[in-house]
T-cell receptor, first 115, second 112 residues
């Protein structure tokens, strides 16, 4: 069964460093998303991406964040200068159809720890 | 603004007992509602979704949920809990732009 994959599963970085979280969405999907979950808190939407453009972004997704689809398979989230409060589980998701009532398929997540 | 509230961050049931996980929503438009499950070290998996076709929605693994507009609720139930149901459960509502808004999550424990 096709699935969303994410690498690495765990990333440890120093405050101020850049990190890139990688995702491989399901191959025929056209809509891509990033969410994050700070330990003990809700899963929060960060950004949605379609047709090589950001469709929607949350207040969390400030200038320190960027997303890219560098080739036909990968979808990345970059944090330019990490802060302690960026420590969280980051989930990538994708959907085949427009994201109204249609399922978003989630990856297993990358746990980011900022020291 | 749309939101969901899950009542109870932790629910514990005995194996074979009824599972009831509560979710209330707030929405100014007819909502699309989802229940996701997260097993340890795995991603979120869709259990079921409400898209206005039917108020009683059946999902995977024997779970179902009933949409009650008058109560703004979308509670998740399963008649008989299995040990394998132990996981974290998230209720979510769809918002514009592809955004899912999640509740706090409810951790379900199943005792033998």
């Amino acid at each position: 069964e096709p699935e969303v994959t994410q690498t690495p599963s765990h990333q440890v970085t120093q405050m101020g460093q850049e990190v890139i979280l990688r995702c491989v969405p399901i191959s025929n999907h056209l809509y891509f998303y990033w969410y994050r979950q700070i330990l003990g808190q809700k899963v929060e939407f960060l950004v949605s991406f379609y047709n090589n453009e950001i469709s929607e972004k949350s207040e969390i997704f400030d200038d320190q964040f960027s997303v890219e689809r560098p080739d036909g398979s990968n979808f990345t989230l970059k944090i330019r200068s990490t802060k302690l409060e960026d420590s969280a589980m980051y989930f990538c998701a994708s959907s085949e159809l427009p994201p109204t009532a249609n399922e978003q398929f989630f990856g297993p997540g990358t746990r980011l720890t900022v020291l | 603004a749309q939101s969901v509230t899950q009542l109870g961050s932790h629910v514990s049931v005995s194996e074979g007992a009824l599972v009831l996980l509560r979710c209330n929503y707030s929405s100014s438009v007819p909502p699309y509602l989802f229940w996701y499950v997260q097993y340890p070290n795995q991603g979120l998996q869709l259990l079921l979704k409400y898209t206005s076709a039917a108020t009683l929605v059946k999902g995977i693994n024997g779970f179902e949920a009933e949409f009650k507009k008058s109560e703004t609720s979308f509670h998740l139930t399963k008649p008989s809990a299995h040990m394998s149901d132990a996981a974290e459960y998230f209720c979510a509502v769809y918002n514009q732009g592809g955004k899912l808004i999640f509740g706090q999550g409810t951790e379900l424990s199943v005792k033998p």
